[in-house]
T-cell receptor
């Protein structure tokens, strides 16, 4: 069975500072990895995903995540955050070929302060 | 472009009452899902459907029922509300199995339910 661990439940940072949101997973098979973002009072939306190929994937709003197979991690980073990045971020994993069941982590609340 | 629409936005129920949470999507998606979100617990899958007439249990189905008579609609029924069902409920849809990465989940804005 797969599981997802988001190591920090809350991450407060100042505007224009760099941020890293950590995600580790466990699975006995190959995985696909996702980051979803939830802005206040909204549903989740896909931020970025890793399926195969380059281990570094990027979103359109400056976030990036790197798949590290040896460390079973998929950490999300941004070099300079904005107030508008304040949201909850969810890491998710699916087992390749095992009906692709999607499992979410517990979420990390990123709060960007002025 | 409505996407996934959930009603109501808020509801307070007394213990033992029943209600139906409505969900409709206008993207002609085959896959639909119901999740509950509790603080600090992430999202838990309640039920899902891969097409009209087909439903299956997720992680936490007890106390809930669903039906999928049309592609567009996927209502969630609570028969005997309990305090443990206090949560935020999200409906989502995807064109294909969301875990394959071919089609992301599209979420509604949620229904906040309180059972007292």
């Amino acid at each position: 069975a797969q599981s997802v661990t988001q190591l920090d439940s809350q991450v407060p940072v100042f505007e224009e500072a760099p941020v890293e949101l950590r995600c580790n997973y466990s699975s006995s098979v190959s995985v696909y990895l996702f980051w979803y973002v939830q802005y206040p009072n909204q549903g989740l939306q896909l931020l970025l995903k890793y399926l195969s190929g380059s281990t570094l994937v990027e979103s359109i709003n400056g976030f990036e995540a790197e798949f590290n197979k040896s460390q079973t991690s998929f950490h999300l980073r941004k070099p300079s955050v904005h107030i508008s990045d304040t949201a909850e971020y969810f890491c998710a994993v699916s087992d390749v070929g095992s009906n692709y069941k999607l499992t979410f982590g517990k979420g990390t609340l990123l709060t960007v302060n002025p | 472009n409505a996407g996934v629409t959930q009603t109501p936005k808020f509801r307070i129920l007394k213990i033992g009452q029943s209600m139906t949470l409505q969900c409709t999507q206008d993207m002609n998606h085959n896959y639909m899902y119901w999740y509950r979100q509790d603080p600090g617990m992430g999202l838990k899958l309640i039920y899902y459907s891969v097409g009209a007439g087909i439903t299956d249990k997720g992680e936490v189905p007890n106390g809930y029922n669903v039906s999928r008579s049309t592609t567009e609609d996927f209502p969630l029924r609570l028969e005997l509300a309990a305090p443990s069902q206090t949560s935020v409920y999200f409906c989502a849809s995807s064109g294909k199995n969301s875990g394959t990465g071919e089609s992301p989940l599209h979420f509604g804005n949620g229904t906040r339910l309180t059972v007292t």
